[in-house]
């Protein structure tokens, strides 16, 4: 049996202001991962949904690596890593899995557009001395890093001012604009000396982790239709214009949602277009989005 082909229409909106308002927001005022207060379970990944959001138009949540175990103190959101588990470079982080994570699920028909990151976090004596921030939009590999604090073993060492990274984390770039569907964020850290160190978010008035940024509509999601059909062992994706496109559109795919990486499958194109393709036993989800 065929497992059918998927298709979805990934459409576009613009930033046209700088106006930021809080995506998502967490107060770890009251948490005590170890004990399950205010997460989910205390149970690994040790999910703690956003305490503020953008209701409706986004799920976020902070999550922990696998390579690491929780902080057990109240009022902190974080990580030890175990003594026989410490490594001295990114690279061995994000083997080991040892971060925090902020993943977040942009319903659909709407696009988010990010400005910043901003944290109060901090690390213990014998915590982590490097913590970096990273995307999945990037990457999570070494020279992807967005910013980074190289005193995190310290009071205020993850809070984004002069004490950790410095300024608030900069996402005004094109690559973090105009973001549809999952993606994440992540704190990885190393360059620890004792299993009982702990990196952590830490709480101060208010919210005390925030994704800055706007949702918006998607924009022109009528202007183009996505189809497809299949007849005799070939599918036919379609692309149609209800008015003629004023900039250059792909075609992409993948065979795989949770990787996130989509390929390429057409030339650019501005007038209704139709694709063939061989049927497998495989699924392939396509969207189209401007070039
Ligand atoms: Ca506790
Ligand atoms: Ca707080």
């Not at 004596?125 to 890093?145: D, L, Y």
């Not at 984004?160 to 984390?169: C, E, L, V």
């Amino acid at each position: 049996m065929k497992v059918f082909i998927t298709c979805t229409l990934m459409a576009f909106g613009w930033c046209n202001g700088t106006y930021a308002a809080v995506v998502a927001g967490w107060d770890v005022s009251g948490v005590d991962l170890d004990d399950g207060i205010g997460v989910t379970t205390n149970l690994s990944p040790f999910i703690f949904q956003a305490t503020t959001s953008e209701t409706g138009y986004v799920q976020a949540q902070l999550s922990l690596g696998s390579g690491v175990i929780p902080s057990t103190s109240a009022n902190q959101y974080g990580f030890k890593i175990p003594s026989a588990s410490q490594t001295n470079s990114l690279a061995g982080a994000i083997a080991l899995n040892q971060y925090i994570e902020l993943s977040i699920e942009i319903e659909a028909e709407k696009a988010l557009n990010l400005s910043s990151i901003e944290m109060k976090g901090e690390g213990s004596g014998t915590a982590c001395s490097n913590v970096v921030v990273m995307t999945s939009i990037n990457g999570f590999i070494p020279g992807q890093e967005i910013s980074s604090s190289t005193n995190a073993n310290s009071n205020g060492g993850l809070d984004t001012d002069d004490s950790g990274f410095g300024a608030p984390i900069d996402l005004s770039g094109a690559q973090y604009q105009n973001l549809t569907g999952t993606l994440s964020f992540r704190l990885y850290g190393w360059n620890s000396t004792s299993g009982s160190g702990t990196t952590r978010i830490r709480n101060l008035m208010g919210d005390d982790f925030e994704m800055l940024g706007e949702i918006v509509d998607v924009v022109g999601a009528d202007e183009l239709a996505l189809q497809m059909s299949h007849s005799n062992g070939f599918a036919y994706v379609t692309a149609d214009f209800n008015t003629s496109a004023t900039t250059n559109y792909i075609l992409q795919s993948t065979a795989n949602l949770t990787s996130n990486t989509w390929h390429t499958v057409s030339a650019p194109f501005t007038t209704n277009s139709i694709w063939e393709f061989s049927v497998t036993n495989n699924a392939e989800y396509f969207r189209v989005i401007p070039n």
